[in-house]
């Protein structure tokens, strides 16, 4: 389980998170839609302190960080306990698709280069990359770079994995490989996701929770079928109806 | 014309002076070594914000460029027998002549190489993704990791073209250090020159002798880029 | 410490030894000039590929950037007169050195300007060039009022670094008789034997110089990126 408690951050006189609070179940998949600005972003990279909110809490099954006064070593030890998935894939640019997966197993979980690889064979094999170990990412699409990218994730066994945009970056036609990914992610490996997104269908089909954020505040959270269907805030209905209009042009 | 250029002492001067490439190589490469351990020191400085020292490292940086090489040369080849003279309480007196003028050599080539290299070093480093950065801390090492085994070794290869540069400048910079008495390619043309006064030839050996170190090298690390820039390249 | 170090002397000897910078920023501007029309003139023939002369510029470059500054001012100062003497100019030494020593300095620098210039004006978008011939300009007036001024702009830090290394270069022509600050401070040094303090004084000099050159490099290219930072804020307004 992973709560957050009164998150709050501001930039000089910008305030971009105004005091979040949410709770994200364990095996569970929790979607945060919102304009560009909401602070979504803001509050994913919060959570593993890429960047440190001003104020609040988070809580991590049975650590508790108090997000102002956090030491370094609690720092350390919350990432050590997640994992994120980029926009941009941020792949290990030096190191090969299987080495992206391995290099947190070694360094990180100081598992032997033998045992390290073997379990790398495994999460490629996930994502259905194995044929492209040997790849650097510059040799890979970016479909396939998101893929490596949620196995890297993966193979830490994270408490929980924070996807931050994970399609944003990809050729509309990429996308559907990298969802289907994720979708395989969640209802195999029963790991905990934190998504950022624009891709409704996906929280639809997929997500245990959805939560609408505007300009730093939560608006409105509940199932996402549900919230699709009948949103109970005006800001939500209005939000979700330019998706819902656009994904009909589309399709 | 056949007394302008005198080609059979030209091709006998030739013959000595390759026996001094050596020298001016390990100078180069001695100071090279040193600058880099130097001038990756004074970049970790810099990045970390460590107080004091940082600034002290972006003085150093800026003076260092700023001095020609053989000033800093003469700075050291009279700065530092008077710092061990006052070190040591006026006992070690007369340090020009306890120290080899190599010593100086390098020591000045280094604190001047040193400098550049800082910089380039840092303009490497931080040409490297910030999300590089941001993926190792997300998977759980600690930023002394992820700046080791992901920043470091991309910045290497982004430094590499600039490094060689360097280099290239250094074995040319080295031709100063006859300056403090070393006798290197540079230094034994002086003196050969000087014994049979005849100029054009000992220099067009000299240039010749430089140039083919420069081309042999700048083709060595033309070879070692290609070979080290293979996750840069767009191969689909 | 007073006796292995003079403050005092160090402080007195400043001014002397300024009265002689006027050779060394002489020597800087003149062989600059030179070197930024020789290095224009060379990149211009590079990315045209004049045949032949594209030959004779490329192992020009490649001599200048292979061989140390000073190997080039030996060979030039010494060995031209030999040359010269060869063919019975026998009065070349009244010929002045720092004819020689500007000579050395604007081929030396010219080669580096060259191959600024060149990579400059190729990173130039070719849409430049086709867009003045577009509108019915000749490719010498397109060249002239488009791409080398534009190209001369992204010059201007490596240019800039370029005057630098000329200005330290400057530190070295005394070993072939020019006067400068470090000729007198050598002179100086062998009389009071307090070489640390003149060099010290001499590396001041230079360290001002460099700054001030570094100062105007970054208020000149302030200067043209205020004026395209207004035209982007209009765009945004």
Not at chain 3, 27 to 49: C, D, K, N, Y
Request: hydrophobic share 50%; with cysteine; glycine share 8%.
């Amino acid at each position: 389980m992973i709560a957050l408690k009164n998150i709050q951050k501001s930039y000089g006189d910008n305030q971009v998170l105004r005091g979040i609070d949410c709770t994200i179940p364990t095996g569970s998949v929790t979607v945060i839609i919102g304009p560009s600005g909401s602070g979504k972003t803001t509050l994913l990279r919060g959570i593993n302190f890429l960047e440190r909110a001003d104020k609040g809490e988070i809580i991590l099954d049975d650590m508790q960080v108090d997000v102002e006064k956090a030491t370094k070593k609690e720092i350390h030890a919350l990432r050590q306990r997640t994992a994120m998935v980029f926009q941009s894939y941020n792949l290990f640019q030096n190191k090969t698709a299987l080495e992206n997966i391995m290099e947190g197993l070694v360094v990180v979980k100081k598992l032997t280069q033998a045992q390290a690889k073997e379990k790398a064979e495994v999460y490629l094999e996930k994502v259905g990359l194995v044929e492209k170990g040997s790849f650097y990412p510059t040799q890979l699409s970016g479909g396939q770079q998101q893929r490596i990218g949620i196995a890297r994730a993966l193979a830490l066994d994270p408490k929980v994995i924070l996807f931050d945009e994970p399609t944003s970056a990809l050729d509309p036609e990429l996308v559907g490989e990298v969802l289907d990914t994720m979708k395989r992610a969640a209802e195999e490996v029963k790991c905990t996701m934190l998504v950022v997104t624009h891709e409704i269908a996906f929280a639809r089909d997929v997500a245990d929770q959805m939560i609408f954020m505007e300009g730093g505040n939560i608006v409105e959270e509940g199932r996402p079928r549900e919230m699709i269907q009948a949103p109970q805030e005006e800001r939500t209905r209005k939000f979700l109806s330019r998706f819902t209009l656009q994904q009909a042009g589309i399709c | 014309m056949g007394n302008v250029i005198d080609f059979s002492f030209a091709l006998e001067v030739f013959g000595k002076l390759i026996g001094y490439v050596p020298v001016t190589l390990g100078l180069a490469l001695s100071s090279m070594f040193f600058a880099s351990v130097l001038g990756l020191a004074v970049m970790f400085v810099r990045w970390r914000r460590i107080p004091v020292l940082g600034q002290l490292a972006t003085f150093y940086v800026i003076i260092g460029r700023a001095l020609p090489t053989l000033i800093v040369l003469y700075l050291v080849f009279f700065g530092l027998p008077l710092l061990l003279l006052i070190l040591s309480g006026g006992k070690v007196n007369n340090g020009f002549n306890q120290i080899s003028p190599l010593v100086f050599a390098v020591l000045g080539l280094t604190l001047h190489s040193g400098a550049y290299l800082a910089e380039i070093f840092r303009t490497a480093v931080q040409s490297v993704n910030k999300g590089q950065m941001e993926a190792a801390l997300s998977v759980g090492m600690t930023s002394w990791e992820s700046f080791r085994r992901i920043v470091l070794p991309q910045a290497a290869v982004l430094a590499l073209p600039l490094m060689s540069n360097q280099f290239l400048g250094l074995i040319k910079g080295t031709s100063i250090a006859f300056m403090i008495t070393v006798m290197e390619l540079f230094g034994a043309a002086n003196v050969i020159s000087s014994l049979n006064n005849r100029y054009l030839e000992v220099y067009i050996a000299t240039a010749i002798l430089y140039w083919l170190v420069s081309i042999c090298f700048e083709k060595a690390f033309q070879m070692l880029e290609a070979k080290m820039s293979f996750f840069k390249e767009r191969k689909i | 410490m007073g006796t292995y170090f003079s403050l005092e002397y160090m402080l007195e000897s400043l001014p002397v030894l300024l009265s002689y910078m006027d050779v060394t920023i002489l020597v800087t501007v003149i062989s600059e000039i030179a070197a930024m029309v020789l290095g224009s003139a060379v990149a211009l023939m590079r990315i045209h590929r004049m045949p032949a002369l594209n030959g004779l510029c490329i192992g020009y470059i490649s001599f200048v950037r292979g061989t140390p500054f000073l190997v080039q001012l030996y060979l030039i100062c010494f060995g031209v007169p030999q040359i010269l003497g060869a063919f019975g100019y026998a009065d070349i030494r009244s010929l002045p050195v720092l004819l020689f020593v500007l000579m050395v300095m604007t081929l030396h620098s010219g080669a580096y300007i060259a191959e600024i210039m060149r990579g400059s004006i190729l990173s130039i978008d070719e849409g430049q060039l086709e867009a003045a011939c577009s509108i019915g300009m000749t490719a010498a007036q397109a060249y002239r009022r488009i791409v080398l001024p534009q190209a001369f702009r992204t010059a201007i830090p490596a240019l800039s670094n370029e005057i630098i290394s000329t200005l330290k270069n400057t530190s070295l022509v005394f070993n072939v008789g020019v006067i400068d600050m470090l000729s007198k401070a050598e002179l100086m040094g062998s009389f009071s034997y307090r070489n640390l303090e003149l060099y010290l004084d001499v590396g001041i000099v230079y360290i001002f110089l460099c700054l001030a050159i570094h100062a105007g490099t970054v208020f000149l290219e302030h200067g043209r990126g205020r004026h395209k930072n207004q035209a982007a804020m209009v765009t945004v307004e």
